[in-house]
Structure formats: structure tokens, C-alpha cells
């Protein structure tokens, strides 16, 4: 099994209320690509990060192979999402993909 875990922190000039639309996006977004993705496994979009966080949103994902997440990855459903939803507000973004 590969975990893809991916960190953003979203652009400054959002108000307090943008980014809780942009977040409640990514994550409906996203969790919705469960079942539609061959090979992943489980999604999960956490938008609640405490205080002492530096970072706003974090997808945690699992998927049956590496070669599961390279075809997530430009699988048209995900490409929409991240065009759509997560890639016009993000300022960063880290990633951090294993094995487990």
C-alpha cells in the first residue's frame, strides 16, 4: 500500500470566509473521488487544523500500489478537482508519498 499525504496552505489574500468555502470545496472534492479511482484505497481531507499548525488543509490517501497513485494522478476526475478547487486558492504545497 502507498500513503499520499499533501499539506497546503492556502493564498493570503483569501478572507476568513473564502477559505472556508475553498476548504469545504477541496474537501467534498476530493473525499467524492472515493470509488471513482481505480486502486485508491481511502480519502480523507482534514480543513481544522489547531492553531499551532501552519498549514490549512491535508489530504491523507491511500491507494493499493505506486502505480495506483500515478494513475490518480491524471485520472480526469482528480485533474478536474485539482483545477478546479484546490490548485486556483493554494499559495503551497507539500507532499510526502511512502509505502507502508
Known amino acids: 500500500m502507498v500513503k499520499h499525504v499533501i499539506l497546503w496552505t492556502l493564498k493570503e489574500e483569501l478572507t476568513s470566509e473564502q477559505k472556508a468555502e475553498v476548504k469545504a470545496g477541496i474537501k467534498a472534492g476530493l473525499e467524492g473521488l472515493k470509488g471513482q479511482i481505480p486502486g485508491l484505497v481511502d480519502i480523507k481531507v482534514n480543513v481544522a487544523p489547531l492553531p499551532s499548525s501552519n498549514c490549512d488543509v491535508m489530504l491523507d490517501s ?13 485520472h480526469p476526475a482528480h485533474v478536474a478537482v485539482a483545477d478546479g478547487k484546490v490548485r486556483p486558492y493554494t499559495a503551497s504545497r507539500t507532499c510526502m508519498d511512502y509505502e507502508v
Do not use: N, P, R, T
Request: glycine share 8%; no cysteine.
Open 62 to 74: 491511500s491507494f493499493e500500489d505506486e502505480a495506483s497513485l500515478k494513475g490518480y494522478a491524471v
